[in-house]
């Protein structure tokens, strides 16, 4: 199984790509839904990461 899928793409673009595979055929249905989960998992993740960053940044600001 093979299909386009970009690692440093959007969230939004990495599931795209899962989708249109899907729709296409060259990843099962099943498999799709466990990859979308997945990026949708790394997705969660990141904000997470993002958040923390700022919520730091803002208490490092306040403590100037």
Do not use: W
């Amino acid at each position: 199984m093979e299909f386009n899928f970009n690692p440093q793409a959007s969230t939004s673009q990495q599931v795209e790509a899962i989708l249109a595979a899907m729709a296409e055929g060259s990843v099962p249905v099943d498999l799709g839904k466990q990859l979308i989960e997945a990026v949708r998992a790394l997705a969660d993740v990141r904000a997470v990461e993002n958040l923390e960053e700022r919520v730091a940044a803002l208490e490092q600001k306040e403590a100037r």
